[in-house]
Structure formats: structure tokens, C-alpha cells
């Protein structure tokens, strides 16, 4: 058993928590297996292999989005090679500039309290699925107040979380003990490897540096939009504005997936 918010109690470990989540709430064999949700993160990563362990079946989907870094998406490529881990790539159905550019409504770039990116390339699961999700405690405020079994309001069915309550520590010690494969840019230093130039990143002059071409297509985005709406003096001042996360700066650093859309 667990009490939530502390560590195991009953001398269970970490992982033994997480495989017993898994097993105690896996969908009825006629709903189909669970959909785990894959990112490409250290957290997904020890999801996999949780969900592995647990010999429950589960199909991984990795929602593709252009604006990952490539070393993440190398990295995923490298893992939909092992045919244990069920690892499918899904294509959006619609381009970012598409979701930006292509609507009736005014166009803007995505900001924290409009996540077109999130919406458009990440958030497309299956309806009324059982879905296995790597959000942790840990992460943000707004995080912290998650429960390990949720509902979703929008699309339908059941979040489960099992790894909620694992400490940064914890995901690197269980990976080095199973001798898990990872993402390099960690080795490199970087702490979040999600879309480049997120919202949600102060981490800007870096990725910039890092990944040019990628940012390159955010300034094209952000020039269109300006030629558009002209709320500018200059594109150079949109640009400015856009890249200037303390205008519009909110303390929870994490990435919106999942968040905001559970009872």
C-alpha cells in the first residue's frame, strides 16, 4: 500500500508500487491495451519499462512533433527498433503554421495561456482509452496537486499515473539499474529535452544556439503572424516580445500535457 504523498509502506519498492498501479487498474481486455503516453523523456522511458515489467499489454504512441530536438527523436527512432517496447509514431493531422497562420480568428504564437503547439501535437490520444501517463508530483505546483487515477473531462476516459510520486532521483537510479537506453542530451547538461524555444523555456540563447534551424521556423512563424496582425512596430520587435518569457512568466515550468483537462 501507499499513502500518496509519502514513500512505500508494507517494504514495497519504488517500482513494485508502480508495477502494482499498473496491474490494478489496466483496462478490461475488451477496451483494448492501455495507450502509453511516450515522450522520448527519462520519465517515459521508465514508464516503458514499468509497463513492460508489469506483463499487462499496452501500446506506447509517441505524438510527433517537429519541433523536438533531433537528438530526442533519434532517440525515440532507436527505441520503436525493439519491437518489446510496442512503439508507434503518430503524424499530426494538422502543421503547426496551419494551427498558427491557417485559422479565421486573429493569429498568435503559442504563450503559456494558449498552447497551440500542446494542443495541435501533443494532445491527441485515443477517446475513452486508458491512458499511462509520466506525470510526477515532482515537477511543478500545478503537478503536485495531480492524484495517481484520473478522469478526463474532454476526451473521456481513465489517466493513470505511476510514477507520480518518484523523485528526479529516483527515475536516474532506476534507470542506471536497469541500464536503460536514454536521450544523450541529458549527458550534455540539458534538464528538460521537449520542444525547442517552449513557452514555457528561459532556456532561450542556448537553444538558439543548439538548434538554429529549428528556431529559424519559429521566426518565420512569429514574422508571419506580425505581417498579419501588425500589433509590432517591426517584426524584429515581435520577435523580441515573443522571446521575452518575463512579460508573461508563471512559476510552473511544466509542460502542459495532460494538465488542466482532468477531474
Known amino acids: 500500500m501507499s499513502d500518496q504523498r509519502g514513500r512505500m509502506m508494507d517494504g514495497d519498492t519504488l517500482a513494485e508500487w508502480s508495477i502494482g498501479i499498473i496491474r490494478q487498474h489496466a483496462p478490461h481486455p475488451s477496451d483494448g491495451p492501455y ?59 494538422k502543421s503547426l503554421r496551419r494551427a498558427i497562420i491557417g485559422t479565421k480568428a486573429k493569429p498568435v504564437m503559442p504563450l503559456r495561456n494558449r498552447r497551440l503547439c500542446c494542443e495541435v501535437l501533443k494532445e491527441r490520444n485515443a477517446p475513452n482509452a486508458t491512458m499511462l501517463v509520466g506525470v510526477r508530483w515532482e515537477e511543478s505546483q500545478r503537478r503536485s496537486k495531480r492524484h495517481t487515477i484520473e478522469t478526463c473531462r474532454r476526451a473521456g476516459g481513465v489517466f493513470v499515473h505511476p510514477i507520480i ?12 539499474e536497469r541500464n536503460l537506453p536514454y536521450c544523450r542530451l541529458y549527458d550534455e547538461g540539458w534538464k528538460r529535452i521537449g520542444c525547442v524555444l517552449c513557452p514555457m523555456t528561459r532556456d532561450i540563447e542556448r537553444q538558439i544556439a543548439r538548434w538554429p534551424g529549428i528556431a529559424r521556423v519559429w521566426r518565420k512563424l512569429s514574422d508571419e503572424v506580425h505581417k498579419i496582425c501588425g500589433d509590432f512596430p517591426s517584426a524584429d520587435a515581435a520577435w523580441a516580445w515573443w522571446l521575452d518569457r518575463d512579460a508573461k512568466w508563471n512559476p510552473d515550468e511544466s509542460c502542459p500535457l495532460f494538465d488542466g483537462v482532468l477531474e
Open 35 to 93: 495507450w502509453l503516453a511516450y515522450s522520448g523523456g527519462k520519465d517515459s522511458d521508465v514508464l516503458l519499462d514499468l509497463a513492460k515489467r508489469s506483463g499487462v499489454p499496452f501500446q506506447a504512441h509517441y505524438n510527433f512533433v517537429p519541433i523536438d530536438p533531433p537528438e530526442l527523436r533519434q532517440h525515440i527512432r532507436e527505441m520503436m527498433k525493439d519491437p518489446a517496447n510496442w512503439l508507434s509514431m503518430n503524424m499530426p493531422v
Open 165 to 176: 510520486n518518484w523523485k528526479t532521483a529516483d527515475i536516474w537510479r532506476y534507470i542506471r
